[in-house]
């Protein structure tokens, strides 16, 4: 039997006593539904997926530093992909909502990584599975962006590691008919791969029409709705004043909703009490799937020279979105909670795209064992270049191998269920502790004999 949890390699898959709090029921045996073994991967190790960084490819100088610059994927195993797909191993292909379907899991999050055709195209020739584009409104003229807008929290042990980013970018600054050109190319070129439009409007309903309208005659395969973006847009009550609302966010997906034809996701805020709450609006009004998270209001820090806050634009800054691998844990929460949104109430016919701090095959795992379909990366594509997607799939199907999971649906949501109050813990903890005790002293009664622990019981009653 496979375990779900390989660390201690306590909890059994099919666990069948666990948490009896009716409101986080015993795991169900999810994986009776797992393959067959006539589906069961070959027991040998094929090595041709799994090849070491560099040994087939350059890296251009740009991306080598940046990946020098973390170490950070230097061991990770390469897949070799053509137009996304793994050409062997574990298949990471999945279908969502609406009948999309992504050669693997990896979308490039909305950001400077799909902010115009170039770099988008970039993104389809190393194999992303699927692009969301920076996010575009009606009127861009009123987004101005100021430099500089980033600032880097490095790790204390490495100083070339990054570990939080913050950025007070606005989002897309062009133009809406250049992006909406970028998008028909871009169409054109890649027919078959996956272009998601981030989209983001004030409370206007017929501005949101026309944004949907415009984006769907250019032929993007969805829309993400960005109810999330902390700084700069809020003061328009846009982004994240909007998912901060649970009724504007219900009528304002409504009207998107009504409008749309192809699946729309929205995209959550971290900034809000319980994430559930706009999660489950945006659900109820149609969405087909839902994203998690945008960044953290954060201030990177104060400079102790000047006594100014960073990132600095004239002496000044603002609050601004906090991202990288620091945040993975919080997006790991939210992400579960909605996870059980989806398993609960819609019996898991909805989409949910995790993101926050993915770097690694492994850090993707771990979303995906939580109820994420896909993972989204955005500044990790900053740090480490496009390329990094092979290295994704290639340690995302390591991890699936050590496992032998031949998909992706072997194993979504498999780490849900071990989640449960601090009241159960306490009350498995205190049962456990009950039972050693009962085990060093012995059978209390005759009748406490079982076939099955009969040598142990017998050796819990021997003197010597
Ligand atoms: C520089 C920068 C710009 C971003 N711009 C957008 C945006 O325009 N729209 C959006 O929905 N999210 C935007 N995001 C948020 C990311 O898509 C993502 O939700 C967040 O950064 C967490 O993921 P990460 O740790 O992989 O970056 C931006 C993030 C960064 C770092």
């Given at each position: ?7 201690t390699?306590?909890?059994p ?15 169900q ?6 393959r067959?073994?006539s589906?069961?991967l070959p027991a040998s190790?094929g ?6 960084p560099?040994?087939d490819?350059?890296c251009?100088r740009?991306?080598?530093?940046a990946?020098r610059?973390?170490?950070l994927?230097?061991?990770e195993?390469t ?6 797909k ?8 999945i279908?969502?909502?609406g009948?999309?379907v992504l ?5 490039i999050?909305?950001g400077?990584p799909?902010?115009n055709y170039?770099v ?7 194999g992303w ?6 996010t575009?409104?009606v ?5 101005v962006n100021v430099?500089p807008?980033y600032?880097?929290?490095?790790a204390?042990?490495?100083?070339r590691e990054v ?9 897309s600054?062009r ?6 050109d970028?998008f028909?190319r871009?169409?054109?070129e890649?027919?078959n791969?996956i272009l ?19 984006c769907?005659?250019v032929?993007?395969?969805?829309f ?5 973006c902390?700084h700069?847009?809020p003061?328009r ?11 504007i966010l ?18 959550m805020t ?14 109820q009004?149609?969405?087909?799937g ?10 990177m820090g104060?400079?102790l020279d ?18 990288s691998k620091a945040?993975?844990?919080i997006?790991l929460?939210?992400v579960?909670s909605?996870?059980r949104?989806?398993?609960e109430e ?7 795209s995790g993101i926050g701090?993915?770097e690694t095959g492994?850090?993707a795992a771990?979303?995906i ?5 896909t993972v989204?990366?955005?500044t990790?594509?900053m740090?480490?270049?496009y390329?990094m ?10 991890f ?10 072997d194993?979504?949501?498999?780490s849900?269920?071990?989640?449960t ?9 205190r049962e456990a502790?009950?039972a050693k005790?009962r085990a ?5 009664s005759d009748?406490?004999?079982?076939g099955?622990?009969f040598?142990?019981?017998t050796e819990?009653?021997?003197a010597?």
């Amino acid at each position: 039997m496979r375990s779900v949890l390989p660390v201690t390699g306590r909890y059994p898959l099919q666990q069948t006593s666990g948490p009896s709090c009716p409101a986080h029921p015993a795991p169900q045996a999810r994986h009776s539904k797992l393959r067959s073994s006539s589906q069961r991967l070959p027991a040998s190790s094929g090595p041709c997926w799994l090849q070491k960084p560099g040994s087939d490819r350059k890296c251009s100088r740009e991306q080598l530093h940046a990946t020098r610059q973390s170490g950070l994927l230097d061991d990770e195993p390469t897949a070799d992909l053509r137009d996304g797909k793994v050409q062997s191993g574990p298949d990471l292909s999945i279908t969502l909502q609406g009948g999309l379907v992504l050669p693997n899991p990896f979308v490039i999050g909305s950001g400077p990584p799909g902010t115009n055709y170039a770099v988008m195209k970039k993104a389809f020739e190393e194999g992303w599975g699927a692009v969301i584009a920076k996010t575009v409104s009606v009127d861009s003229s009123k987004v101005v962006n100021v430099t500089p807008r980033y600032a880097k929290l490095k790790a204390p042990s490495n100083s070339r590691e990054v570990i939080g980013w913050e950025n007070i970018e606005l989002i897309s600054d062009r133009p809406l008919e250049t992006m909406l050109d970028d998008f028909k190319r871009l169409k054109q070129e890649f027919p078959n791969r996956i272009l998601i439009a981030s989209i983001m409007e004030e409370y206007d309903k017929p501005a949101w029409e026309e944004l949907i309208s415009r984006c769907e005659d250019v032929g993007v395969d969805a829309f993400e709705v960005n109810f999330s973006c902390p700084h700069g847009m809020p003061e328009r009550k846009m982004g994240m004043a909007m998912g901060q609302d649970c009724d504007i966010l219900e009528e304002v997906c409504g009207w998107i909703n009504n409008k749309a034809t192809v699946p729309v996701w929205a995209k959550m805020t971290p900034n809000i009490t319980d994430i559930s709450f706009p999660a489950r609006s945006a659900l109820q009004s149609g969405c087909e799937g839902v994203s998690a998270i945008n960044t953290i209001t954060s201030v990177m820090g104060v400079n102790l020279d000047t006594l100014r806050p960073e990132p600095c634009v004239e002496g000044y800054t603002t609050p601004g979105g906090y991202s990288s691998k620091a945040v993975k844990p919080i997006a790991l929460a939210k992400v579960m909670s909605i996870a059980r949104i989806i398993k609960e109430e819609y019996a898991g016919g909805r989409d949910l795209s995790g993101i926050g701090g993915v770097e690694t095959g492994r850090d993707a795992a771990e979303f995906i064992l939580l109820g994420a379909n896909t993972v989204q990366v955005c500044t990790g594509v900053m740090l480490h270049g496009y390329p990094m997607v092979k290295q994704l799939c290639g340690g995302l199907q390591a991890f699936m191998k050590q496992h032998d999971f031949s998909s992706i649906e072997d194993f979504r949501g498999s780490s849900l269920p071990f989640f449960t109050t601090h009241h159960e813990l306490v009350r498995m903890q205190r049962e456990a502790i009950n039972a050693k005790k009962r085990a060093r002293q012995g059978l209390a009664s005759d009748a406490d004999w079982s076939g099955d622990g009969f040598v142990k019981e017998t050796e819990s009653m021997v003197a010597n």
